[in-house]
């Protein structure tokens, strides 16, 4: 976990200094290709896709609630299309 801190700690630095990915590295000794990697990992944490808590810098957000709303909408299925893939596209229609 200490890495991960470090990594997010230095991914929020380099967006606040507003510097290239490239001009910001230098002198840091970590790769391109590395941070690349510990910055798709922060932007995944941002967007809460893996369930986790913001970084650090984000203490601000609040999340909020929005109800339920139920509506019922009746669709017809007009094409659908199956790839030999095994990509399966259905087209509905609202009626």
């Known amino acids: ?32 290709s590395k941070f690349d ?19 650090a810098e984000q203490k601000d957000f609040t999340q909020i609630g929005l109800p339920q709303i139920s509506v019922e909408i009746k669709l017809t299925k007009i094409i659908e299309l199956k790839t030999a893939s095994g990509i399966e596209l259905t087209i509905f229609e609202k009626c």
């Open 37 to 55: 990697y510990w910055l798709k990992k922060y932007l995944s944490f941002s967007s809460g896709t893996n369930g986790a808590a913001f970084p």
């Open 1 to 32: 976990m200490k890495l991960q801190k470090r990594m997010f700690d230095l991914i929020a630095e380099w967006r606040a200094s507003e510097l290239k990915k490239k001009d910001f590295l230098v002198g840091t000794n970590i790769s391109q």
